[in-house]
Nanobody
Framework: QVQLVESGGGLVQAGGSLRLSCAAS????????AAWYRQAPGKQRELVAN???????NYADSVKGRFTVSRGNAKNTVYLQMNSLKPEDTAVYYC?????????????WGQGTQVTVSS
C-alpha cells in the first residue's frame, strides 16, 4: 500500500517563503512523475507545477520564477519551494504522485496542506 504525506504549509507574510514536502512510502513503490495543484476557496483546482520522470519541470504562468518543484535525495520525495509569496497564492496545496507499485501503475493524491499568505 502506498501512503502519501504532505507537510510544510502555514501562514506567511507576503514576500516570504515556504517549502512543501510530499513523501510517498511503500517499499516497492517507484516514483515516476509528480505534480502540485492548488485550490482556493470558490475556485477550481489548478495545476501549479509538475516534474516528469526525466526531471523536466513545468509551471503555471502565475508562479514562474517564484516556485520550484524538485525531487529530493530521499527516495520518493517531492518538494515545492515557494518564494516571493503573494496573497493570491493562498490555497490548499495538493501533491499528486504517479509511479509503479510492484507491477501496477499508481496515482495518489496527498491530503492537502493549507498555505495562507497575508498582505
Amino acid at each position: 500500500q502506498v501512503q502519501l504525506v504532505e507537510s510544510g504549509g502555514g501562514l506567511v507574510q507576503a514576500g516570504g517563503s515556504l517549502r512543501l514536502s510530499c513523501a510517498a512510502s511503500g517499499t516497492m513503490f517507484s516514483l515516476n512523475a509528480a505534480a502540485w495543484y492548488r485550490q482556493a476557496p470558490g475556485k477550481q483546482r489548478e495545476l501549479v507545477a509538475n516534474i516528469t520522470s526525466g526531471g523536466i519541470t513545468n509551471y503555471a504562468d502565475s508562479v514562474k520564477g517564484r516556485f520550484t518543484v524538485s525531487r529530493g535525495n530521499a527516495k520518493n520525495t517531492v518538494y515545492l519551494q515557494m518564494n516571493s509569496l503573494k496573497p493570491e497564492d493562498t490555497a490548499v496545496y495538493y501533491c499528486n504522485i504517479q509511479g509503479i507499485y510492484w507491477a501496477d501503475y499508481v496515482s495518489k493524491w496527498g491530503q492537502g496542506t493549507q498555505v495562507t499568505v497575508s498582505s
